[in-house]
């Protein structure tokens, strides 16, 4: 069966994260950190026998760091379901976020969403834009370092892929098996004529907005509209309409 067709529209749970780094200023790191980030910096600079200066770490500590788990955190998870009405065969869309500056908190709130709602992998799934390469690990890696449980739906290390299934990822279903391409959701949100929902700020100004600002409502509002951007494309990917704003309901 097709990834298009594998679950019921209304059994998809689509998802973002937005992730900083660990720590405001790099030299809040402790000194093994920091000397380990220096490590990473020679890699991610393609210089591995050249000693990085200080302030270069740090300026790419700012600019990269929230990218890896080891380095960066959590502070928003946003979600959206698609819910049938009584009184009309238009489907709604509910959007929620997680957003906290204690990490382990809004993954608890998260686990618990899972567990009670979309526990089983044989009937629901989880759907998001390369959430096989970054989201579900960057999720999984940050639980166990904040010593949570893995919800059964992410607990996937060492599983044979017809094993996570349930895991839609809409850049996958774009590639048709092409391994070398990565195509943005922005691009695609363009191509397929999708009305951009971002208006505000872009990824690369989360770190500073939040350091910066402590603004989690306007994180979260950012990270929604990627949800509702990722749930249009998923839309567009099976040919079926898409929705309007009046058919959108963020749940606080």
């Not at 050249?50 to 788990?69: H, P, Q, S, W």
């Not at 350091?211 to 509209?225: G, P, Q, T, V």
């Amino acid at each position: 069966m097709s990834a298009f067709d594998a679950f019921d529209l209304y059994n998809v749970l689509f998802l973002d994260i937005e992730t900083v780094p660990g720590v405001a200023e790099f030299d809040e790191l402790d000194e093994e950190l920091q000397e380990l980030w220096g490590i990473k910096c020679r890699s991610l600079l393609r210089r591995p026998e050249e000693e990085i200066e200080f302030d270069e770490m740090a300026e790419l500590f700012k600019t990269r760091a929230g990218i890896y788990a080891e380095f960066g955190k959590i502070i928003c998870i946003s979600v959206g379901f698609l819910t049938r009405q009584a009184d009309s065969a238009e489907p709604i869309l509910r959007l929620k976020s997680f957003s906290s500056h204690i990490e382990s908190n809004l993954m608890e709130d998260f686990s618990e969403l899972l567990s009670k709602h979309f526990s089983n992998p044989d009937k629901f799934a989880l759907c998001g834009h390369n959430i096989k390469e970054f989201d579900v690990p960057y999720i999984c890696r940050r639980m166990l370092i904040n010593q949570l449980p893995l919800p059964r739906m992410i607990d996937i290390a060492g599983k044979k892929p017809w094993e996570s299934k349930h895991l839609l990822d809409t850049l996958e279903m774009w590639k048709f098996g092409d391994i070398k391409n990565f195509t943005s959701l922005r691009l695609l949100t363009a191509v397929f004529n999708i009305p951009s929902p971002k208006d505000d700020i872009d990824g690369s100004e989360v770190a500073g907005v939040y350091w910066e600002d402590r603004d989690l409502d306007r994180i979260a509002a950012y990270c929604e509209k990627d949800v509702l951007a990722t749930v249009q494309l998923y839309l567009r990917l099976k040919r079926l309409p898409l929705l309007r704003s009046d058919q959108v309901v963020i749940v606080r």
